[in-house]
């Protein structure tokens, strides 16, 4: 049992990087299956999940695809390094100082009865563009 185990948590977490990176290249499934020469883009989804096994020459096509060692296929995500990179970019700088406006705009513009469902229907619009 620990064996199997250990087995899915390496799927899950070569699963999780190929998203990742699929993800930081904006390509959907059916993109990534085409390129990576699967039939169905299901495969994709299978593989991040952590539900189909990949051999050495899948994973050496994959890593040279993402431009990455195999070997970082294995790794773990530095999260917190991740997160402080986005932080520094142009575009979450713009993004934070658009929140910030728009809180703003709802407390000079929008009766304060209404503003906390204001608030939630711009996340639930802004949750809806990642799906």
């Known amino acids: 049992m620990a064996k199997e185990n250990n087995t899915n948590d390496i799927r899950n977490l070569v699963g999780g990087n190929i998203r990742r990176l699929r993800k930081a290249k ?3 499934q059916a993109e990534l299956a085409e390129r990576l020469h699967y039939v169905e883009a299901s495969s994709i989804s299978n593989l991040e999940n ?3 096994d990949i051999g050495i020459c899948k994973l050496e096509e994959i890593s040279k695809y993402f431009g990455v060692s195999i070997s970082d296929l294995f ?8 997160i402080k990179e986005v932080q520094n970019t142009k575009e979450y700088k ?4 658009l929140i910030v406006l728009i809180n703003e705009e ?3 513009h929008i009766p304060e009865s ?3 469902d204001f608030r939630n229907e711009i996340c639930n619009m802004l949750k809806s ?3």
Do not use: M, R, W
Not at 75 to 82: C, E, G, H, W
């Open 75 to 82: 790794k773990k995500a530095d999260t917190d390094k991740d």
């Open 106 to 108: 709802i407390n000079t």
């Open 26 to 28: 904006k390509l959907t």
């Open 50 to 52: 952590g539900h189909l």
């Open 114 to 116: 209404y503003q906390e």
């Open 94 to 97: 713009f993004i934070l100082k």
């Open 129 to 131: 563009v990642d799906e």
